[in-house]
């Protein structure tokens, strides 16, 4: 009973925070490109009006038309539908790469807060350490050994901003340990197991969610940068990546690919950040009113 | 402007949050040379009017009309440097919270040069100034302290350091916002003494804020008493406290329980003077299980916290810091009894209380719970009597998971001790804080929609939840205003009768534990000095810190 009201308030609180969100134009902004980004990402490959894949090489490096809106590439594929479907990699990327780095940087932020200080020491060195590597050349590194796809981008992704996660996730729990509500969880016979679920990750998940949000937009960049290096996502599949480094070789007398390529991954980038900053902006307790 | 003209002169002022009034239409006179003591329980507005008079209002703040004069200047068309201008040098304000109000990064005499920015001396003649300044604030070893960091002094020389800072410009007027409230009892008269003497030397105006009858008047000369924005009373102290003439006034001055000589079972609380009870021996003794063995017993315990080394400790092998926090303490609870274990901060009254809970290792000594040592049995073990006992947190609303409804916080112990099943747990949350004397419509609300004197009740109905035998209490009254610290007493009172339960109640205030405890436990740096019934220590104070403890909580007119 209590817990059906539980869900009910916490419902309508969703629904408070994406009304204040959209409140400012630049929230609105924010939403209205998410949601697009993510739309696209998952029905990309119904809505695109030609097979991104299909050369035509007599309708090569066509401008913008009725029948090719962002017109076509070197080898006559339809840009605007190699974009749409690229979209589809980039927010698998997002989704998978972030949410993977998130439940291990949580997991391990936790133990090392609620461990003996030895092992907290530890794993605080290795998370220092795996952070100190630079992403480009750790990313060279591993796709040296493991080739280019998009796993290995994931793995990359993961493995590069974990620790930043933990790292938040353990001063956190490091500060909410020591609270009071948390002391008298204790005092009660509360194990641990439970007041870190029930007490202390719900407490600890806002600002990560936040974090995460602004992470998003890294994740993009890393996969367009490895795949216009030619590192990342194999050829013809498309990905705003190879968008970019088709583009890149005819930007002098055909600039639209890679302004068509680039505009939605700036775009992205934009709205993730402010999304971040607002949605901290209106869930961090001390602003709110 | 002549002498005989009031140095503020508030009229007419009216500020608004929003739709909320905050202060509504006050008029005011400070006047030169005195002590105006502004009183009020917490949201009458008290803060913002001192705010409004040196420029620091919330920007949500709104002056919606009204305006104060400052030695005949208006305030209110002040411009950035205007302000700039006059305060810290006419205006100076000491805040409540010494710890925050120093910087922690900087030494105590950077900051005090820096608070000299508008003088033209030298740097030699500025550090002169401060060192004069601490000296007059009776700082011990006032040249030393200039090269300290504020985390190496005490509470009290934090506090010295802010008034200083703020005497330092011989100001006009000296602001203080509950500059008092956040020390010890021993403290507090000191730095009262403190403030008394420097407003002499200096002649300035002084506007003392606070929720504490008795520090106003042994302070101030006026006062000035507040209630949801409005002036109820204004007057020369001995005026006011001894014939009030609102009855706002005359109820705040009853219910004031260091006011209440008699030893009551029943405090008056503002709304319902009717319902002060004076104590029964008889009932007291009736409750009181004597004869079988205590409930509580803690014998010879000593609990020691080790400081972590750092990696650079271990390798120059500088040994373990120990800080002995309790050192053999003993101490027996009879069922049904109530106790009260007394200290200033740091004497180790919470680390004892949660030691008990197991929640700070004890180094020796044995703590038996009906009659089983709670430090030789396993974990598991332990979980059965935390339900027989029950804490409460000193913070009501930081003690609540700030994410869970208040409802299912209070049913925690039930699901945390698996008695849940087959209950229907949102009456069970419902019969709860009913108990406590809150509605049902308080089971869906968050921790931060409540009121301290709420949250306080639903820390107690979450203590209740497993029906214990005894409740430790850390300073259940502790911020909270007067009359509901009499609530708060009476729901204790009301419950130990009804549910025989046995209390700890850890506390620095004489004022309100005088009425409820059946015996006092005195701790003082970590050991207890005195134990006895209640009367007799009040009465007759064996232990020297007793006696200062007892003169500075309940000064000498209760023939102490």
Known sequence: MAQRTNKHTGLTRVRNVIRKLCSTPLGLFSVIIVTAFFVVGITGDWIAPYDPIKLDIRAKLQGPSSAHWLGTDQVGRDVFSRLLVGTKVASYLAVTAVSISLAIGIFLGMIAAFTSRWIDWSMLLIFDTVRSFPTLMFALAVIALFGPSINTIIGIVVISTFPSYARLVRTQVLSL????????????????????????????????????????????????????????????????????????????????????????????????????????????????? | ?????????????????????????????????????????????????????????????????????????????????????????????????????????????????????????????????????????????????????????????????CIAMAIMARPKLLITDEATTALDATLEVEIVQLLKELQKDIGCSMLFVTHHLTVVEELCDDVTVMHQGDIKECGTVSEVFSNPSDKYTSNLLTCDPSRIEEKCRRLPIMFNLGLKELADPETDRK??????????????????????????????????????????????????????????????????????????????????????????????DMRSFRNEMSLMMQDPIGSLNPRMPVGTSVIEPLIVSEKASGLNLRDEA??????????????????????????????????????????????????????????????????RESMSLSILIITHNLHVVRHLADRMVIMYHGEIVETGTTENVIRAPKHAYTKVLLEANLQAKYGV
């Open chain 2, 430 to 495: 419902i019969h709860l804080l009913e108990l406590v004397g809150l509605s049902a419509d308080f089971v869906d609300r968050y921790p931060h929609e409540m009121s301290g004197g709420q949250a306080r009740r639903v820390g107690v109905a979450r203590a209740l939840a497993l029906r214990p035998k005894m409740i430790i209490a850390d300073e259940p009254t502790a911020g909270l205003d007067v009359s509901i610290q009499g609530e708060i007493f009476n729901l204790l009172a009301e419950l």
């Open chain 2, 1 to 161: 402007m002549t002498e005989h003209t009031p140095l503020i002169e508030i009229n007419d002022l009216a500020i608004k949050f929003g739709s909320h009034t905050a202060v509504n239409n006050v008029t005011m006179d400070i006047s030169r040379g005195r002590i105006m003591g502004l009183v009020g329980e917490s949201g009458s507005g008290k803060s913002t009017l001192a705010n409004a008079i040196i420029g620091l209002l919330p920007y949500a703040a709104q002056i919606s009309h009204g305006s104060i004069h400052f030695d005949g200047r208006n305030l209110l068309s002040f411009t950035a440097q205007d302000w700039g201008k006059i305060r810290g040098k006419d205006l100076a304000y000491v805040s409540q919270d010494p710890m925050s109000a120093l910087n922690p990064t900087l030494r105590i005499g950077k900051q005090m040069l820096d608070i000299q920015h508008f003088s033209e001396q030298s740097t030699t003649e500025k550090l002169a100034n401060a060192l004069a300044a601490l000296e007059q604030v009776r700082m011990p070893q006032a040249q030393a302290r200039l090269s300290m960091y504020p985390h190496e002094l005490s509470g009290g020389q934090k506090q010295r350091v």
């Open chain 2, 287 to 380: 409750r009181i299980n004597n004869k079988s063995r205590p409930l509580l017993s803690i014998r010879h315990l000593d609990v020691t916290f080790r400081k972590p080394r750092s990696l650079i400790d271990i390798l120059t092998g500088k040994p373990k810091q120990r800080v002995e926090a309790v050192k053999t303490a003993s101490l027996d609870i009879a069922p049904g009894e109530t106790v009260a274990l007394i200290g200033e901060s740091g004497s180790g009254k919470s680390t004892l209380a949660r030691a008990a809970f197991r929640l700070v290792p004890s180094e020796k000594g044995e703590i038996y719970f009906d009659g089983t040592d709670l430090l030789s049995i396993t974990n598991a």
């Open chain 1, 177 to 289: 340990r020591s609270m009071e509500y948390i002391e008298a969880q204790r005092a009660m016979g509360t194990r641990l197991p439970r007041i870190l679920m029930r007490h202390i990750f719900p407490n600890v998940i806002g600002p990560v969610m936040i974090v995460a949000s602004m992470d998003i937009p890294l994740v993009i960049g890393v996969e367009a940068g490895l795949s216009f290096l030619g590192l990342g996502v194999r050829p013809p599949t498309p990905s705003w990546g190879t968008i970019l480094n088709d583009g890149f070789s005819f930007i002098r007398n055909t600039p639209w690919i890679v302004i068509s390529a680039g505009l939605p991954l700036i775009l992205t980038t934009v709205a993730f950040t402010t999304l971040g900053e607002r949605l901290r902006d209106i869930l961090d307790p001390k602003l709110r009113r």
